[in-house]
């Protein structure tokens, strides 16, 4: 097995607000070296950092709006969103939690502060990813995976080093709670003070890491701080990452999908006619109704 190396290390790019509710600095495909195709099938990486959010009694959050052709994976670490969406689910994602939701087909939904946060504010912290689906799952009707606290798979690190959270794939033995159409890794490494851990992926996975809270080093040498995210280069298996202090660390590492990429706002397809079918299908009323 020989070592993985480093591409780039990448500090976030200014914040746009998404709604008026979530501050995001988006990694993927808004860094230039971060295309679609560089980072698939993590198609989408939006990170709102930590923020220290206002009791408000106005509600923030995101309206209806639609998704069709992959999957979106939101992440709280601090803070609670609810989301509502046309097939009648609601639901609360918690801090420490995992929402997985399988737009596939077409789905429409709203993403809000949930209503008590929302009044007593706080800290707010929290990663959106959107993950490719190869064409022929496109089709899959909609649906969600709720990987609450009391769902989420661990693996304890020796030496009271930390846990290593898997969401999705698997680490030492360990399987995520999520299922996934194409192989994806997707781990929290919640890390405590003179913690090592190893990992190792595929070398033509695409592999990064965004670093949540504290100040990593990666193969012992390259420091990596609060809100950078690394990617990996398409050689080697193995990394390590170590940490002199209480560190938190996002792993991502999945198949490449060998398609073509066709992306119009929160419509993700292979060409152009699917697209332009898709913005018919949403005029239509075809992903149902959300007020
Ligand atoms: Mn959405």
């Known amino acids: 097995m020989s070592r993985k190396n480093i591409e780039l290390i990448i500090n976030p790019p200014a914040p746009h607000m998404v709604g008026d509710g979530f501050k995001m600095h988006n990694f993927i495909p808004g860094v230039p070296q971060l295309s679609m195709q560089r980072t698939n099938p993590f198609i989408v990486l939006d990170y709102n950092s930590l923020t220290e959010l206002a009791p408000s009694d106005h509600v923030r ?22 989301h509502t969406d046309s097939t009648g689910f609601h ?54 995976q709720s990987i609450t606290r009391d769902k ?20 030492n033995g360990i399987k995520g709670s999520a299922s996934t159409y194409t192989p994806i890794h997707m781990y929290n490494a919640k890390l405590n003070p003179g913690a090592k ?36 280069e398409n050689e080697g298996e193995g990394f390590e990452i170590s940490t002199d202090e209480k560190s938190v660390v996002l792993i991502l590492s999945g198949e490449p999908i ?13 060409n152009r006619e699917e697209i332009l079918e898709a913005c018919n299908e949403f005029n239509l009323g075809k992903f149902g109704y959300l007020e």
């Open 91 to 144: 639901g609360v994602i918690g801090e420490g939690e995992v929402q997985w939701m399988t737009a596939a087909s077409g789905i429409l939904h709203k993403e809000y502060h949930e209503e008590g946060f929302s009044k007593s504010g706080g800290k707010f912290q929290m990663v959106q990813l959107w993950v490719n689906l190869p064409s022929e799952f496109k089709k899959e009707p909609a649906k969600y």
């Open 258 to 270: 060998k398609e073509p990429i066709a992306a119009h706002g929160p419509f993700v397809m292979n």
């Open 197 to 232: 851990a190893n990992f190792n992926f595929p070398a033509e996975y695409n592999s990064m890491l965004l670093v949540i809270e504290g100040n990593i080093r990666v193969n012992g040498e390259q420091k990596v701080a609060t809100d950078q995210l690394l990617i990996f």
């Open 152 to 171: 989420m798979s661990k693996y304890l690190l020796d030496d009271n080093q930390g846990i290593i959270e898997v969401i999705s794939g698997e680490y």
């Open 61 to 82: 959050g995101v309206g209806a709006h639609p998704h069709k052709g992959f999957e979106t994976v939101s992440i709280v670490y601090h803070g609670k969103i609810a």
